[in-house]
């Protein structure tokens, strides 16, 4: 009699998969679904190029542990070239990213992640006609290189810093 | 939603007659709609809705009853935001037709008995909630209810019984008065006085040993941190004495009150509250958090005092919000603003205030922490001009109060703010703490220069020139020549033969026994020539991992090997954290190590900083993972097992004995790994608590010795580590009581650190 939830308390649009489907999947679409719906691998994109694995690391770390990072390159330069792959340990966790990071910022750019069906050899490589990211067609300028400390190290400086004049060591 | 337009719809006629079994889902989905978004936006008035939607439900109640029952009773339970909207649509429906009041009613007492016999302690308040508004509405009679309450406070002579089981009725009690007090005080006084003596004679007696580990302050300024029940019961007297005027809380039921009064109410079953099982888990305590008053936003409108019961309210519904719609950041942070009533209120403090409550609560957030940073991030998109001012007023009252917060607490404000400020470019009003930074770099001794983070660079011992004389140093150089020509494990073992022992005057002749200097040289090197970047180190760690196993097999090798990487890397916290995860994942040191290691003198200096405790509670939850997962696996095993047993017997097949005899082992290889995690789980809280033990006692005795106060910044950030160990993992250690009982927390342990166990022990009690 209890019954379960209403479909309005159901909704959970940040898990949804996109419209994006990888051309170069082996397999249906059925099948890429299937996987995509238990994935725990996102694809994040929008990344500056300068941003680091540690970087990513600290963020994504925020939604569970990280199994592991795969730093998108540039199929010609072999350099970063703005996106990356996240797997998690636990679908949840990745859940989580999908709900509060994506849409967020990294390095001062707003990052946008997706569902990936799984990290295979050779999908590290941007796919853009130079050897880049597949953008959309939307002119963003390059940004500066960022501030090389990690968010939570600089604040708890701050922190300490003006803690100087009572005694306490924090963080 | 008018009337008219639904039956527009239908062209008129009777819409179910028509429709066909396959259009019933339509219906019932329709239905849960009209629920659903009853009480939102719409150009209609409320009341009109109101009425609409209940002429729409009366007139499907010969078809669908069923349905509109359970969507209502999932409603009451489920959207307590909305109680008087829906206690008002089933006054109104009970009007209609008495017979489905009375099934309604008994609807609800089923889910409720459902709901307290399977712990969802937290939806039978708004159950017990729903059913006292529902006086309002005429559905159930003042004298019932009071009946209701009466069994409920009676709890409180049960003994034997842990004290929040007795917590919870009382509770649930209370927690109706802002609702229905007024009602039940003008029919039954007399009953109700008795039923608050009761109550008042409980609060005052029962224990309160839990409070310390549950304050996000220590100090008693400028708010008090309140138990939840003193708070509570402060603000039902103040309304008591205000004779139940209560002013914010929605009551559509009173526009219908010539309808409503005409109806015939329907009498409470006697209610027995299921007695207390040894399955039963009641809510833990709670301590209020408070951070703002009236005088924090002079020109808007009077925030209510701390005691007042729209303070209550208010916060009630704001926690009910996130919890409906925590998944939804957009969707919560429109709910959150449109809160009705918030013209009369100042709306952005009430919220900041609530979600700090409860990012800050302890044990635990009921969300994933950064959850609420995105959330208040939404917040400040859709009021750009006005919550982020409230949110930098808060930002610098809860900077201003740090040194009395809860080390935990410290941590995870320390969290929300540097993501929070990441998102904004590190805007800040940085002008005025920068320019006293300034003031205080000109005055302070270059001494403090300690307190900026460093350069997140490797430490390499063998490097330069001057490390020649250094022991190992030509085995180093070998070392990084063969790994940098991609050397096999084979190779590297036969490099660090010739590696003398300095523990031992002349070498075992097994080759392999703890060799710190082999340790020092391998790990260092290797570390150093993977420093580029995380993947480069998790690379060397797969890559040699066979010699990382052999050289850190026994115990003292693997806290070797955690202090050869921590020499190398102590200056980029984050790529220890990382480099000991991955140690334990690939098993090369156990759960134990990192424990040892976080209490040993090398970590002494870094003993208070953030990272450690990571690093510590990281490792604890991948121990508890593992145990979990080895017991689920166990458990799946023998439901293979008994399904092959039951088609056994269902069919007669001979076969199925061997395949028997393969699961059967199977499930044995399993229940001793179950045991065996378990056992490794226990130590390491045996391990960790004994730790704690030991420094707490020295720095206790110290203080004795000296004469001087025990309470040191260092004492503080201790022992609300040691709480926050109980905190954290309370569910875990929970089996582990008796021996940590009887094992370290004896009645000879010094009361400070006693005192801890005993308010962990009180959680529950």
């Given amino acids: 009699m209890s019954g379960g939830l209403l479909k309005a308390l159901r909704s959970d649009s940040y898990v949804e998969l996109s419209q994006y489907r990888d051309q170069h999947f082996r397999g249906d679409n059925e099948e890429q679904e299937k996987l995509l719906k238990k994935s725990c691998t996102l694809y994040v994109g929008n990344l500056s190029f300068y941003t680091t694995e540690e970087q990513i690391y600290e963020l994504f770390s925020k939604s569970g542990d990280i199994k592991k990072i795969i730093m998108g390159l540039d199929k010609m330069k072999k350099t970063a070239c703005g996106f990356c792959f996240v797997e998690y340990y636990s679908r949840a966790d990745a859940e989580n990213a999908m709900r509060y990071i994506n849409g967020t910022r990294l390095d001062d750019r707003i990052i946008r992640t997706d569902w990936d069906a799984g990290f295979k050899e050779g999908r590290q490589y941007g796919r853009g006609r130079s050897g880049g990211q597949v953008r959309r067609k939307v002119f963003c300028a390059q940004p500066l290189p960022g501030i090389p400390v990690l968010n939570n190290v600089f604040c708890q400086f701050v922190f300490a810093l003006l803690k100087i004049t009572v005694p306490i060591t924090l963080a | 939603m008018s009337r008219r337009r639904h039956s527009d719809e239908n062209d008129g006629g009777q819409p179910h007659k028509r429709r066909k079994t396959s259009d019933a889902n339509e219906t019932e989905d329709h239905l849960e709609s009209l629920i659903c978004k009853v009480g939102e936006k719409s150009a209609c008035s409320l009341e009109s809705n109101l009425e609409g939607l209940a002429g729409v439900l009366e007139a499907d109640l010969p078809n669908y009853k069923s349905k509109i029952l359970r969507l209502l009773c999932t409603v ?16 109104l429906l009970n009007a ?10 008994e609807a609800m007492i089923r889910q409720l008995k459902e709901s307290l016999k399977s712990n969802n302690f937290n939806e039978a308040v708004y159950l017990v909630r729903f059913l006292s508004d529902l006086v309002n509405c005429h559905v159930i009679a003042a004298p019932s209810m009071v009946a209701m309450f009466e069994n409920f406070v009676s709890v409180t002579q049960e003994e034997d019984v842990p004290q929040v089981r007795r917590d919870w009725y009382v509770y649930a009690f209370l927690s109706s008065l802002p609702w229905v007090g007024k009602e039940l005080y003008e029919k039954k006084d007399a009953e109700m006085d008795r039923i608050f003596a009761s109550t008042e004679s409980y609060l005052k007696r029962r224990q309160k040993t839990h409070v310390p580990m ?3 302050w220590t100090a008693e300024k400028p708010h008090p941190q309140e138990e939840y029940l003193d708070c509570l019961w402060a603000q039902i007297q103040k309304l008591k004495k205000d004779r139940w005027q209560e002013r914010h809380i929605l009551r559509p039921y009173l526009a219908f009150d010539s309808i409503l009064c005409e109806a015939l109410q329907h009498n409470l079953p006697p209610f027995t509250p ?22 924090d936003d002079p020109e808007g409108p009077v925030m209510p005092g701390s005691h007042s019961v729209e303070r209550f309210v208010i916060e009630e519904n704001l926690h009910c919000i996130i919890k409906s719609h925590w998944k939804e950041r957009k969707t919560c942070a429109a709910q959150l603003v449109s809160y009705p009533g918030k013209n009369k209120i100042p709306l952005n403090y009430h919220i900041v205030e609530v979600i700090f409550a409860e990012l800050f609560q302890l044990p635990a957030p009921p969300h994933i922490d950064v959850m609420y940073t995105t959330l208040l991030i939404e917040l400040c998109k859709l009021q750009p001009g006005s919550l982020p001012q409230v949110l930098a007023q808060a930002t610098e009252m809860l900077y201003m109060r740090l040194d009395t917060m809860n080390t935990t607490c410290v941590d995870r404000f320390i969290n929300w703010f540097s993501h929070h400020l990441s998102n904004f470019q590190f805007r800040w009003s940085w002008e005025d703490w920068l320019s ?12 403090f220069s300690a307190l900026c983070p460093a350069n997140p660079t490797c430490i390499y011992k063998y490097g330069d020139e001057s490390s020649n004389s250094l022991p190992g140093h030509s085995v180093a150089l070998c070392l990084a020549v063969a790994f940098k020509s991609k050397a096999t494990n084979d190779e590297i073992f036969s490099i660090l033969k010739d590696v003398p022992n ?17 340790i020092e040289v391998f790990v260092q090197t290797l570390l150093h020539l993977a420093a580029k970047s995380f993947s480069h180190s998790f690379s060397a760690l797969a890559k040699f991992h066979e010699v990382f196993k052999t050289l850190a097999e026994s115990d003292e090798g693997k806290l070797h090997v955690l202090r050869v990487m921590f020499e190398v890397w102590r200056n980029h916290p984050q790529m220890i954290a990382v480099l000991v995860d991955k140690m334990i994942r690939t098993q090369i040191v156990d759960c134990a190590a990192v424990a040892n290691w976080i209490f040993s003198s090398e970590l002494s200096r870094d003993f208070t900083r953030l990272f450690v405790w990571e690093i510590l509670h990281s490792t604890i939850r991948k121990m508890n993972k593992h145990v979990l997962k080895i017991q689920k696996e166990l458990e799946e095993a023998k439901e293979k097992l008994a399904r092959q047993h039951k088609r056994r017997s269902d069919d007669d097949d001979r076969s199925s004995d061997r395949k028997d005899g393969a699961l059967e082992e199977q499930i044995e290889r399993l229940q001793e790994k179950v045991e065996s995690a378990q056992s490794e789980q226990k130590n390491l809280f045996l391990v960790i608590f004994q730790r704690f033990i030991m420094i707490l006692t020295e720095h206790l005795v110290r203080c004795e010795t000296d004469g001087t106060s025990v309470l040191t910044p260092w004492y503080k950030n201790c022992i609300e580590r040691l709480q926050q160990i109980f905190l954290q993992h309370h569910q875990t250690i929970h089996q582990y009581m008796v021996t940590l009982e009887n094992l370290l927390f004896t009645a000879e342990l010094d009361p400070h650190i006693l005192a801890v166990f005993q308010q962990f022990c009180a959680l529950q009690a």
């Fill in chain 2, 214 to 216: 549950l304050q996000v």
């Fill in chain 2, 76 to 91: 009451a339970r489920l959207l307590p935001e909305k109680l008087t909207i829906y206690t008002t649509l089933v006054g």
């Fill in chain 2, 502 to 518: 300095p523990n031992q005057d002349d070498d075992d002749d097994e080759g392999f026994s703890f060799n710190p200097l082999k």
């Fill in chain 2, 96 to 105: 209609r037709n008495y017979n489905f009041g009375g099934e309604f009613v």
């Fill in chain 2, 436 to 447: 006293y930074h300034q003031r205080i770099l000109d005055f302070v001794p270059p001494t």
């Fill in chain 2, 274 to 295: 299921p007695p207390h099982t040894e399955d039963s888990v009641y809510p833990m305590p709670r301590v209020i958090f408070r951070m703002f008053d009236y005088t």
